[in-house]
């Protein structure tokens, strides 16, 4: 599985964002996709993921909406009201079998994007 991840970019403290993740090769509808960031100094943390249901972060919940096309093999991250404190470079990641008690887990997802780096300025 290959993920591409787009959408990154400069934006103002109150704007919105939306990324998107492209996945070729061997994606199902019960493959769990993941959205990762990590900030400069900082270690990686979770932000969504979403195999049926959607997972968020208390720090993006009810600002970020994940959600996936399984037609297009897309997963987007719709990013809105960001802040300061989002900048990072955003990583999507897929798997398939992980439970749901691991999808905050970066190292239960075994293919990662390149990233896209998000700056936001305040």
């Known amino acids: 599985v290959q993920l591409q991840a787009s959408g990154g970019g400069l934006v103002q403290a109150g704007a919105s964002l939306r990324l998107s993740c492209v996945a070729s090769?061997?994606?199902?509808?019960?493959?769990?996709i993941g959205w990762f960031r990590q900030a400069p100094g900082k270690e990686r943390e979770f932000v969504a993921a979403?195999?049926?249901?959607?997972v968020y972060a208390d720090s993006v919940k009810g600002r970020f909406t994940i959600s996936r096309d399984n037609a297009k093999n897309t997963s987007y991250l719709q990013m809105s009201n960001l802040k300061f404190e989002d900048t990072a470079v955003y990583y999507c990641a897929a798997g398939t079998g992980i439970i749901t008690s691991s999808m905050r887990a970066w190292a239960a997802y075994p293919y990662w994007g390149q990233g896209t780096l998000v700056t936001v300025s305040s």
């Open positions: 979403i195999r049926w249901n959607p």
């Open positions: 090769g061997r994606t199902t509808s019960g493959t769990t």
